[in-house]
């Protein structure tokens, strides 16, 4: 059992709950005790795409960390609260009301490489306390700003969103279901006025949702707040793979989790293999270098057969573990 199972994370489940799932999972079908960790954390208000790992594919984990997220959600304008989410209570209001053509203006805006402030409810760390447990005793969090990536950010047809999508080519990958529908009926028209509005985001590792919409109500001289947080793509897993604990649970029963285990290398698709001799198998597991190896720079995934042996990186011929695999 080394690999992946990929989790539809219902709300309010935590990324722990969801880890213990899979571990309660394997102990119920029979499977033994096995090292299991997520691949990004998603907060208890969000759902979607949540990556378990398990045996040696936690070592693949904090490379999942790392990888681009793709979020559906929604923000309602009108009212900010202490969480930037419908949780928190509301500490600022609005009466004005935004229109498609003006949101669509400002999205651009929120494209490429920007600087954003951290929720003071996160799980970042102040002088080794975390943000969110001094937000709620009550202090005052000052977090540092951080340069993130949002490569593409639009509104959708249809979901609450306008006609076109306020940045081309957005959104960049097929989430492979639906997207959310908000409570609104009909798209908006170009000069109506949004209570809320739907969109989609695809961002890098260490954007935080909440600050954007945020920031989104504020550059539209009004605030507002997340309702609504689904992730549809974590690295490259989507919910074309994806399971609810119902049928998490079906398989466990079922004594079948292999069936929904997907391998070790699934989380690396877009890293290229090369073939191992024997011999330079063993030598890697050694920890030892390969010389004379004939793929590009950079990192590479080295195979015994169909047995993953190492991920390695490559330069000049070179080849150097970065994580070896105890398969």
């Known amino acids: 059992m080394h690999g992946w199972i990929i989790l539809d994370k219902p709300l309010g489940l935590a990324s722990t709950q969801g880890v213990s799932a899979v571990k309660r999972a394997l102990r119920q079908g029979g499977y033994g005790k096995w090292k299991v960790g997520h691949g990004g954390t998603l907060d208890p208000l969000a759902t979607g795409v949540l990556p378990i790992a398990i045996g040696e594919a936690t070592k693949l984990a904090g490379r999942m960390l790392d ?5 559906d959600f929604t923000i309602r304008f009108g009212e900010q609260t202490d969480t930037l989410d419908a949780e928190g209570a509301v500490i600022a209001t609005s009466d004005v009301r935004p229109s498609m053509r003006a949101l669509e203006a400002v999205l651009p805006r929120f494209t490429g490489s920007i600087e954003q402030v951290p929720p003071a409810y996160s799980a970042l760390k102040v002088d080794g306390a975390r943000a969110y447990d001094l937000a709620r005793a009550g202090e005052e969090v000052m977090l540092a700003t951080r340069s993130v990536t949002i490569h593409s950010l639009c509104s959708s047809p249809g979901r609450g969103g306008g006609a076109q999508s306020a940045t081309e080519g957005c959104p960049p990958i097929d989430s492979g279901i639906p997207h959310h529908q908000p409570a609104a009926g009909l798209p908006p028209r170009a000069g109506e006025e949004l209570e809320e509005i739907t969109l989609t ?3 890098s590792k260490g954007t935080y949702i909440r600050s954007l919409a945020r920031d989104i109500a ?10 609504m947080l689904r992730r549809t793509r974590a690295g490259a897993f989507g919910f074309d793979s994806a399971i609810s604990l119902d049928k998490l649970d079906e398989h466990a029963k079922a004594r079948t989790l292999e069936q929904i285990l997907l391998p070790l290398r699934a989380g690396l698709d877009d890293i290229p293999a090369f073939p191992l001799t024997p011999d330079q198998a063993g030598a890697l597991r050694q920890g030892r270098v390969l010389a004379g190896i004939a793929t590009d720079d950079g990192l590479a995934f080295a195979m015994l057969d169909d047995v993953p042996v190492a991920l390695v990186e490559v330069e000049g011929g070179n080849a150097r573990v970065v994580r070896g695999f105890n398969l």
């Open 201 to 203: 985001a695809h961002v």
């Open 218 to 227: 504020l550059a539209l001289g009004t605030v507002g707040h997340v309702t």
């Open 67 to 71: 990888s681009d997220k793709v979020y």
